[in-house]
């Protein structure tokens, strides 16, 4: 995800209690690809982003008279102000 997206998951992910740290994948390239992990520090941390997604998903209404939710594994965010 890219560090906008990274931002709308943080704050999401912080509105429902769900514990993670959203951080760069190479913290030295902050303009590349970010993810959600277990733990701040790059040396021990573990990626975590499949599970936070899923649980993030879990709390997304299903769409439309036929309950069609996220597919595929991508949910849709909207802007948070």
Partial sequence: MTA???????R???SLGI????????????????RVYDHADPETRSDTTADVLAAIAEHVPAKGPG???P?????????YN
Avoid at 4 to 10: F, L, N, P, Q, S
């Fill in 12 to 14: 999401v992910m912080r």
């Fill in 19 to 34: 514990p993670g740290v959203v951080a760069p994948i190479d913290p030295e390239a902050p303009s590349g690809e970010w």
């Fill in 71 to 79: 597919t595929r594994g991508f949910i849709g965010l909207p802007p």
């Fill in 4 to 10: 906008d997206e990274a931002g709308r998951v943080d």
């Fill in 67 to 69: 309950g069609d939710g």
